[in-house]
């Protein structure tokens, strides 16, 4: 009889639930799409109610729609949308606040004032991450500061904080378990990943009581059993979602690489058991901790990918489907000097500036619509070297594969392109849902399915290689044209 895993993503724009058999083959998936409300100037909030009820409607279709009982699923993984913070009251249950979604900048001004003190460099050597609204931290603090009674009721342990992991745990478990996992707790700003343990002194400055956070866990192990789908499933294994795709990527030896390109682009790189921070801005974070052992990754955030060129069809109105992409870039011999910096909502790493905006350099009267949508996947592979070389320069050396996945690496130009402008081999997996593979390797590690990294390692498999072809003499002068263009963008700043 057949044994699934379930592997639950909840993602910043859907939630979904796969059913992997123990193979480690996808047989079957169900979505719902996740509302985004923008309350406020650079607000964004998500109501953790919706995000509750649709995980447990994915679930629940999912089983149904392969006619699957819930006691032939030997374990559930979850991976999540990371950052994004909510908090609850341990009795009730009820949510304090709408979920504050990674991307909401309302604390940006709590992080000017925490850097204008002169912290930022603690809370990099501590936790590996640089002082943005991004990250949780700040978010916990205007939570408690902003919904009346909040703060009294924090500091009498009345409250519980969590991702949104957290969060679905304590729901699928009854408010048994209220619990993270290692990579999720490295993303809050308050948990110092070299001793592994929240850290006093910087929940200090965010003014977060320590009674408000969950037991940090392995990535794999017991989290708990849920009773919600029909008969008791033990919960296995948990993962930020960037995470999830680095170990559905099977990256286990120090100076992997694997790149996800959806709406934004986030390039993780296994660096082992020595935390480092980065010299080149880049983040350092918890890669994964397994039977006790931790292992890094350094990691370089991108805003915008696959936006671009959802910009260019809808904003622009050039394209109808981002799968044209491809027959318009080759249609023109070269990018005809044209560039895109797609800074939409400023620039990530290696930048890091909030100030930025999109520009497209270039332009002649020779122009065309096939240009743009050319300097729109041509600046995926110029981004992608931009971290490539601060990763190499932090690790000392040159990268050897990228392993590539997410919804823009259909496209086989860019996929090609990324090689050619990086001057390294690019790796594309036969199974592209690699978040929801990691979520589903973890849960399976913990009931015994997949007997250890070295045994996922070995089941990973590509599906096409592409290799350099393009000579140096050709990369170099449209290397330094992007660098260019950027050099424009930050000075308009
Ligand atoms: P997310 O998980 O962030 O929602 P996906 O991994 O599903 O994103 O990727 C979707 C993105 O990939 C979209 O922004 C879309 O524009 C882009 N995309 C999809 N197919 C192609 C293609 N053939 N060429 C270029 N971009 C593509």
């Known amino acids: 009889m057949t044994r699934y895993i379930m592997a639950i993503d909840q993602g910043t724009t859907s939630t979904r639930a796969i059913l992997f058999d123990e193979a480690g083959k996808i047989r079957g998936i169900s979505q719902k799409e996740l509302p985004l409300f923008y309350p406020d100037n650079g607000w964004v909030e998500q109501n953790p109610e919706d995000i509750w009820e649709d995980t447990l409607y994915v679930c629940r279709a999912v089983l149904n729609q392969l006619s699957v009982n819930a006691i032939d699923v030997a374990a559930i993984g979850i991976t999540n949308q990371r950052e994004t913070t909510v908090v609850w009251d341990r009795e009730t249950g009820e949510v304090l606040y709408n979920a504050i979604v990674w991307q909401d900048r309302r604390t940006a001004g709590i992080c000017d004032a925490l850097r204008a003190a002169g912290h930022e460099d603690l809370f990099t050597q501590k936790t590996g991450l640089l002082l943005d609204a991004y990250f949780s931290g700040t978010k916990v603090q205007w939570i408690l500061d902003n919904v009346e009674g909040a703060r009294e009721k924090a500091e009498a342990g009345k409250l519980a904080f969590g991702t949104i992991d957290c969060f679905l745990l304590w729901r699928l478990t009854g408010g048994r378990v209220h619990a993270t996992d290692i990579t999720n707790a490295s993303r809050t700003l308050m948990y110092n990943i070299v001793t592994q343990d929240?850290?006093?002194?910087?929940?200090?400055?965010?003014?977060?009581?320590?009674?408000?956070?969950?037991?940090?866990?392995?990535?794999?192990?017991?989290?708990?059993?849920?009773?919600?789908?029909?008969?008791?499933?033990?919960?296995?294994?948990?993962?930020?979602?960037?995470?999830?795709?680095?170990?559905?990527?099977?990256?286990?030896?120090?100076?992997?690489?694997?790149?996800?390109?959806?709406?934004?682009?986030?390039?993780?790189?296994?660096?082992?058991?020595?935390?480092?921070?980065?010299?080149?801005?880049?983040?350092?974070?918890?890669?994964?901790?397994?039977?006790?052992?931790?292992?890094?990754?350094?990691?370089?955030?991108?805003?915008?990918?696959?936006?671009?060129?959802?910009?260019?069809?809808?904003?622009?109105?050039?394209?109808?489907?981002?799968?044209?992409?491809?027959?318009?870039?080759?249609?023109?011999?070269?990018?005809?000097?044209?560039?895109?910096?797609?800074?939409?909502?400023?620039?990530?790493?290696?930048?890091?500036?909030?100030?930025?905006?999109?520009?497209?350099?270039?332009?002649?009267?020779?122009?065309?619509?096939?240009?743009?949508?050319?300097?729109?996947?041509?600046?995926?592979?110029?981004?992608?070297?931009?971290?490539?070389?601060?990763?190499?320069?932090?690790?000392?050396?040159?990268?050897?594969?990228?392993?590539?996945?997410?919804?823009?690496?259909?496209?086989?130009?860019?996929?090609?392109?990324?090689?050619?402008?990086?001057?390294?081999?690019?790796?594309?997996?036969?199974?592209?849902?690699?978040?929801?593979?990691?979520?589903?390797?973890?849960?399976?590690?913990?009931?015994?399915?997949?007997?250890?990294?070295?045994?996922?390692?070995?089941?990973?498999?590509?599906?096409?290689?592409?290799?350099?072809?393009?000579?140096?003499?050709?990369?170099?002068?449209l290397y330094a044209g992007w660098q260019k263009a950027v050099g424009q963008v930050l000075a308009g700043t």
């Open 198 to 477: 929240w850290d006093d002194e910087l929940l200090a400055l965010l003014r977060v009581p320590r009674r408000l956070l969950p037991e940090v866990r392995d990535n794999s192990g017991d989290f708990g059993r849920t009773d919600m789908l029909g008969a008791p499933i033990a919960i296995g294994g948990m993962a930020g979602d960037q995470q999830a795709a680095l170990i559905g990527q099977a990256c286990f030896k120090p100076g992997m690489v694997k790149s996800t390109y959806g709406t934004g682009c986030f390039a993780l790189m296994n660096i082992g058991s020595e935390f480092r921070p980065s010299k080149n801005r880049l983040l350092t974070t918890v890669a994964y901790r397994l039977g006790g052992d931790v292992c890094y990754a350094l990691e370089g955030s991108i805003f915008v990918a696959g936006a671009a060129i959802q910009w260019l069809r809808d904003g622009l109105g050039i394209l109808k489907s981002a799968g044209e992409t491809e027959a318009m870039a080759t249609s023109v011999e070269n990018n005809g000097g044209v560039y895109m910096v797609p800074a939409f909502t400023g620039l990530g790493a290696p930048y890091w500036n909030p100030h930025a905006r999109a520009a497209i350099t270039g332009l002649t009267r020779g122009a065309s619509a096939a240009h743009l949508v050319r300097a729109g996947l041509e600046a995926q592979a110029y981004q992608t070297e931009d971290l490539m070389r601060a990763m190499a320069e932090d690790a000392g050396k040159k990268l050897t594969e990228i392993r590539v996945d997410g919804g823009m690496v259909k496209n086989n130009w860019v996929c090609q392109f990324i090689a050619d402008i990086t001057a390294t081999p690019v790796l594309r997996p036969a199974i592209i849902e690699t978040t929801a593979l990691g979520a589903a390797y973890l849960a399976g590690l913990h009931a015994g399915i997949f007997k250890s990294v070295d045994d996922i390692a070995a089941r990973w498999q590509h599906e096409r290689t592409f290799d350099v072809q393009m000579p140096a003499d050709a990369r170099a002068p």
